[in-house]
């Protein structure tokens, strides 16, 4: 919302939290609209616990990679087209209303999924899951912008970022919780229609944003908005710059031709806002984040960790890190700045990478040994191991890569002594559990598996503070008033495409090109991405929405990112008329 600049001195974190005391109803606004982004994050978590029990049901799923990403990533495609709809749904019908809509396809696609007989109509479910999670990815974060006072307005937007990690955090709750029940994975994908349940009543009970009602010609329902969202003395001021902004706006729309993708790009400030707001949105995808969300139990059984349980339990250790990341961005956005944030997240990330491709690499040149004697104690050998020209040199890893049918039974005792190579299916399964060993599909047993559960740690704790949750901060105030539905909807597409792609594309990787190979990949991406945040990346903290585009107009190069940019230091400390 409009208002002055946000006095560098006064912590955001501080006047984030006295809110649940001095003004309420703002932070209700902002905890309401949340939930959209709460179900988000359940929805994208969810999937990566219940993938390991839905390979049990559906034996093709187990066997075909391709079918497995396809599970994950149709929920991505789901959420391009939300986005790309959102962005027209958010100015044509209000914040509010797309919310609600996003909430219902929430609610049939968790019954569709819980109800699935088959892989086929399990993807019509996470299809509109997906439609769910992209109209919520940019309209939750737009209504809490807009019903929020300038100087929380980046703590609150990243409560939305906190919502989503706590989502995922409690998928993987929810995950272990439901291990031991009849149906399993349906349990896991269904519990989301109740939240979205939820949010539709809650959603009924709240105001539309104030300035999409003043962009409506609503102004007496606006001015009562904003009156329950400002004190007293402040309230006329804000009432005043919101509808000459919004005048302001109408008058260069009527006098100006339609909105195109041509005529966005010859606008600067439009074009700068693009530029840092979808980069980031692709940057924050290529990195590598939801490899490790959307497949953090499977990463986990690549280390070396051979139970289902056993691996959700490890991958929840890294989603409350996601969680906790989240509350810390929420004290460091307004305090030390996006930009910072940024740089600081990307450092960490790439140093947790490389702790995940080496160890990874060691993972993998060092597995047992297949035992001859070990194997044939078993009747069923695993058909490659038979026909091989050298099965003395047979490791752990060249087993399970002979084929998908193939698996590897350790010894309990010590997991590290040469084991047996056998074909996987249940049958085999049992028989080895019931000599008291451990069984082995996924990953080979390995001494480095803690140092991978580590650095998947280390990379959580730098990726959520900053990458985790600024890209959405900065693309709910960085571009002109007018097009900020239209640009809002681009960039979330773009974070969807570049989420799809990474995921349709990280199980294959692993498989073709290894897995330390894979994070390596990454690596150069987020050094490449460190290169963009500083040269396209503006620092927005403490600017009114109108300001911004101000200081885009006058863009200029700050490699020195540490210092408080130029551009800032510009901004009078008077109130701002919008522009």
């Keep these: 919302m409009e208002g002055g600049v946000a006095e560098a001195d006064v912590s955001a974190f501080r006047e984030c939290l006295s809110l649940s005391w001095r003004n309420p109803y703002v932070l209700r606004l902002a905890l309401s609209a949340g939930i959209g982004g709460f179900l988000f994050g359940y929805d994208t978590g969810v999937i990566s616990g219940a993938l390991l029990y839905i390979r049990d049901d559906f034996k093709e799923v187990d066997t075909k990679i391709w079918l497995q990403e396809a599970i994950v990533s149709t929920t991505l495609a789901g959420a391009i087209i939300g986005a790309s709809v959102g962005g027209w749904m958010n100015d044509r019908f209000g914040r509010k209303k797309s919310i ?147 005048e302001m706006e109408i008058r260069e729309a009527s006098a100006s031709d339609k909105v195109s993708i041509m005529k966005l790009l010859k606008t600067k400030t439009v074009r700068r806002g693009l530029y840092a707001g979808m980069g980031l949105q692709i940057f924050q995808q290529f990195v590598g984040i939801n490899t490790v969300m959307y497949y953090s139990p499977t990463i986990v059984q690549l280390a070396g960790f051979a139970s289902n349980r056993v691996a959700l ?46 160890v990874f690499h060691e993972t993998t040149t060092h597995s047992p040994m297949v035992s001859t004697i070990e194997t044939s104690h078993f009747n069923n050998t695993c058909p490659g191991y038979t026909t091989a020209m050298n099965p003395s040199q047979w490791d752990c890893m060249t087993c399970l890569k002979a084929s998908p049918e193939c698996g590897f039974c350790a010894s309990r005792a010590n997991k590290l002594l040469p084991g047996a190579c056998l074909i996987s299916n249940e049958t085999t399964e049992d028989e080895c559990h019931k000599e008291e060993r451990l069984w082995y599909s996924r990953g080979c047993p390995s001494k480095y598996g803690w140092l991978a559960l580590m650095g998947l740690g280390l990379y959580i704790i730098f990726f959520s503070p900053g990458m985790g949750t600024v890209p959405w901060v900065v693309n709910s105030e960085i571009y002109p008033l007018r097009y900020r539905g239209i640009c809002g909807g681009m960039a979330s597409t773009s974070n969807w495409v570049s989420n799809l792609i990474v995921a349709q594309s990280f199980l294959s990787l692993t498989q073709a090109i290894g897995t330390s190979s894979t994070f390596m990949i990454f690596i150069f991406i987020t050094i490449a991405a460190i290169i963009f945040v500083i040269i396209f990346v503006p620092e927005t903290k403490g600017l009114p929405i109108e300001e911004v585009e101000n200081m885009l107009e006058r863009r200029s190069l700050n490699f020195k990112f540490w210092h408080t940019s130029p551009d800032s230091s510009e901004v009078p400390k008077e109130r701002h008329q919008s522009v």
Aim: proline share 5%; with cysteine; aromatic share 8%.
């Design 100 to 246: 609600v809509v996003a909430d219902t396809l929430f609610f049939i696609g968790s019954i569709v999924m819980a109800t699935a007989m088959n892989p086929a109509t399990l993807i019509v479910g996470r299809v509109f899951v997906g439609l769910g999670v992209g109209m919520a990815s940019m309209a939750s974060p737009l209504y809490i912008s807009e019903a929020s006072p300038t100087r929380v307005r980046g703590a609150l937007v990243s409560l939305n970022g906190f919502l989503i990690t706590g989502g995922q955090f409690l998928s993987y709750v929810i995950n272990l919780a439901f291990t031991s029940a009849p149906g399993t994975w349906r349990w896991m994908l269904g519990v989301a229609a109740v939240p979205a349940l939820t949010q539709i009543i809650l959603m009924a009970c709240l105001p539309e944003s104030p300035r999409w009602l003043f962009r409506k010609g609503k102004e007496e329902e606006a001015k009562e908005i904003l009156r329950k969202i400002y004190p007293p003395q402040e309230v006329e001021d804000e009432i005043n710059a919101l509808k000459e902004s919004v």
């Design 313 to 358: 339990l490890l991958s929840l250790v890294t989603a409350g890190l996601n969680a906790f990341g989240s509350i810390l961005s929420i004290y460091f956005i307004d305090k030390t700045g996006r930009r910072k944030l940024l740089l600081f997240s990307l450092c960490g990330v790439v140093a947790s990478l490389v702790v995940l491709t080496v």
